[in-house]
């Protein structure tokens, strides 16, 4: 069972560069999340999709925009990648209203230079 | 927002002890969740909390959802070297941003053989 597949494990960018962090889910679930997680602030939500078509911000949406392409794909992207958004980033998923809670990814581990 | 406090932030313990630890918030939350993370891992769940006073246990965890529904506890019984890592909690209500998780900071569980 692949669960929450996140791509890439891990990233350089360089000041200003943009790209895309992959994550799909193979679990039928509706909703699906984007936290980062920086040392000692715990996981912090960044942008969810509670089902497919829409798309809301977290606590932390500057700087990033997402896309819930299909209910397997929900994508992060940073246009104009900064120093501040160096952090581990991860995805999950979740059947809303039912009593299952989120499965996480492994991590896109994100360093900007 | 709402926030968490979770304590301790770390513990470096020895094989055999009892660990515990609590979250406690400044709102009241319907639901509470324990998680894991293993170094280079997403969370994992561990224990879910649905009601209030209600305890749970998970081989050699057992969690609390406090009375007053502002506070979780985790233990951890006869602690062994693979209980390393970062323990989460994270609570819910269903308001607001439709029942997202907020996490807490973290309590990194050291395990000296």
């Known amino acids: 069972n692949a669960g929450v597949t996140q791509t890439p494990k891990f990233q350089v960018l360089k000041t200003g560069q943009s790209m895309t962090l992959q994550c799909a889910q193979d679990?039928?679930?509706?909703?699906m999340y984007w936290y980062r997680q920086d040392p000692g602030m715990g996981l912090r939500l960044i942008y969810y999709s509670a089902s497919e078509g829409t798309t809301d911000k977290g606590e932390v949406p500057n700087g990033y925009n997402v896309s819930r392409l299909n209910k397997r794909e929900f994508s992060l992207r940073l246009e104009s990648a900064a120093p501040s958004q160096t952090s581990v980033y991860f995805c999950a998923s979740r059947e809303t209203g039912g009593l299952t809670e989120a499965f996480f990814g492994q991590g896109t581990r994100l360093t900007v230079v | 927002g709402q926030q968490l406090n979770q304590s301790p932030q770390s513990m470096f313990i020895q094989e055999g002890e009892d660990v515990s630890m609590n979250c406690t918030s400044s709102?009241?939350?319907?639901?509470w969740l324990w998680y894991k993370q293993d170094p280079g891992e997403g969370p994992v769940l561990l224990i879910a909390?649905?009601?209030?006073?209600e305890l749970t246990s998970n081989g050699r965890l057992t969690a609390q959802f406090g009375i007053t529904r502002k506070d979780s506890f985790l233990n951890i019984s006869a602690s062994i070297p693979s209980d390393v890592g970062i323990y989460f909690c994270?609570?819910?209500?269903?308001?607001?941003?439709?029942?997202?998780?907020?996490f807490g900071k973290g309590t990194k569980l050291s395990v000296k053989p």
């Open positions: 709102s009241i939350f319907n639901t």
């Open positions: 679990m039928n679930h509706n909703s």
């Open positions: 994270a609570g819910r209500n269903y308001g607001g941003s439709q029942g997202n998780l907020i």
């Open positions: 909390l649905y009601k209030a006073g």
